[in-house]
């Protein structure tokens, strides 16, 4: 993709501004953590997120590190989130995977026991997001094994959930995700 994806307007709305809005609904807080043109983010998030960051339930953190990879923004919001929140279990979402309905979250949420990595699947396909119990990520901070946080998590003990929406398989890596996206999110 030519474009910066978090920022790809689709109904009006950047595409990280419908993921944010979906986890927020399904989830108990989102810690968003930018990189690469922080200020276009941090402007967005503050005109359309005003009354969740004003409530306590969004969180803006910024990662120095982002141009070594996912990886480390990953790391970041893990750790703002262990911090701010201390929850017992952390979604991890992409900016770019916009279609996870909120129902996903709530799921998922039912289903945790805090013992392995529950992953939503759609017919057999596991999607976004993981969700990831909070004493397993212990040791993450100092990870930098292949495949970055895919790799680590294939370390871990998982279960996957049943998902009803193919949403969760969705993110725009391709002008044709893109154009699925927006037939979805229009």
């Keep these: 993709m030519k474009e910066f994806k978090p920022l790809i307007e689709i109904g009006g709305l950047p595409l990280f501004i419908h993921t944010v809005t979906s986890a927020l609904a399904g989830s108990d807080a989102v810690v968003l953590v930018t990189g690469h043109r922080a ?23 910024h990662n120095a590190d ?27 979402l992409p900016a770019d995977c916009c279609c996870v309905p909120c129902d996903v979250f709530v799921r998922l949420k039912a289903e945790f026991t805090g013992e392995s990595v529950l992953y939503p699947a ?8 993981p969700l990831i119990p909070s004493e397993l990520l212990s040791d993450l901070a100092a990870y930098s094994g292949r495949d970055g946080l895919r790799g680590y998590l294939s370390q871990l003990p998982g279960k996957e959930v049943a998902a009803e929406n193919d949403g969760i398989l969705l993110d725009a890596d391709t002008q044709e995700d893109l154009a699925q996206i927006r037939s979805r999110l229009e």
């Excluded at 982002?66 to 952390?90: H, R």
């Excluded at 759609?122 to 997001?129: A, I, K, L, T």
């Design 66 to 92: 982002y141009a070594e990879g996912m990886l480390t923004s990953m790391k970041t919001g893990i750790a703002a989130a262990l911090e701010y929140f201390a929850p017992d279990g952390i979604f991890l």
């Design 122 to 129: 759609y017919r057999g396909q596991s999607g976004h997001p």
């Design 39 to 61: 200020d276009d983010i941090e402007k967005s998030a503050g005109t359309r997120l005003s009354g969740q960051i004003s409530g306590g339930r969004f969180l803006l953190v």
